[in-house]
């Protein structure tokens, strides 16, 4: 079955510093978003990227952030000067379409990159 | 603003019972909903959806409700197993708006 591959799963990184957090999505999807949980709370949007551009994004999503497709497969997420507050779980998720003739699909969520800022 | 929500933040039932999860949302524009599972250190599973034409949709022992009148959605999991033991999230959207999550359920089953 295909799944959402998301790498590392755990990153440690010290405040300041730069992280990439790397996902593939599934190969066939067209829609690729990240969203963030910080530890007992909800799942937050931070970004959905389709046709290789930003569709929307959260307020969340600032200057620090940014998302990038830079091959055929994967999408990864930048964060230029991590801060304490960055540490969460990051999902990468895809789907298929959206909002497509007014169809909705399901978005595949990967298993998560745990990020720890120190 | 408008949000997605949940009524229980935990819920505990006997190995064998059934289960349900309440949401309720506000935005009255949604026109899709999601009931995801999350077991711990994972990431979201999707469950089953439902567009806001229908008002009931029935899966593999889990059966999702829609009432648009009180938009109220629920999950119904018919003889829970300890494998259903997870963080239940609600979420909708309209259109091409992203996913809004709400704050999820904790669904103890006791064996």
């Known amino acids: 079955e295909p799944e959402v591959t998301q790498t590392p799963s755990h990153q440690v990184t010290q405040m300041g510093q730069e992280v990439i957090l790397r996902c593939v999505p599934i190969?066939?999807?067209?829609?690729f978003y990240w969203y963030r949980q910080i530890l007992g709370q909800k799942v937050e949007f931070l970004v959905s990227f389709y046709n290789n551009e930003i569709s929307e994004k959260s307020e969340i999503f600032d200057d620090q952030f940014s998302v990038e497709r830079p091959d055929g497969s994967n999408f990864t997420l930048k964060i230029r000067s991590t801060k304490l507050e960055d540490s969460a779980m990051y999902f990468c998720?895809?789907?298929?379409?959206?909002?497509?003739?007014?169809?909705?699909?399901?978005?595949?969520f990967g298993q998560g990159t745990r990020l720890t800022v120190v | 603003g408008e949000s997605v929500g949940l009524h229980l933040p935990t819920l505990s039932v006997q190995e064998g019972d059934n289960s349900i999860i309440n949401c309720a949302y506000s935005?009255?524009?949604?026109?899709?909903f999601i009931w995801y599972k999350q077991e711990s250190g994972k990431g979201p599973q999707f469950i089953i959806d439902?567009?806001?034409?229908?008002d009931k949709r029935q899966g593999q022992r889990v059966t999702v409700l829609l009432n648009k009148t009180v938009k109220h959605l629920s999950l119904q999991i018919a003889a829970t197993q300890p494998g259903d033991s997870a963080v239940y999230f609600c979420a909708e959207n309209k259109g091409n708006t992203p996913l809004v999550f709400g704050k999820g359920t904790r669904l103890s089953v006791i064996a």
């Open positions: 935005n009255s524009a949604s026109d899709y």
């Open positions: 439902i567009r806001s034409n229908m």
């Open positions: 998720a895809s789907s298929l379409n959206r909002g497509l003739r007014g169809m909705n699909t399901e978005a595949f």
């Open positions: 190969s066939n999807h067209l829609y």
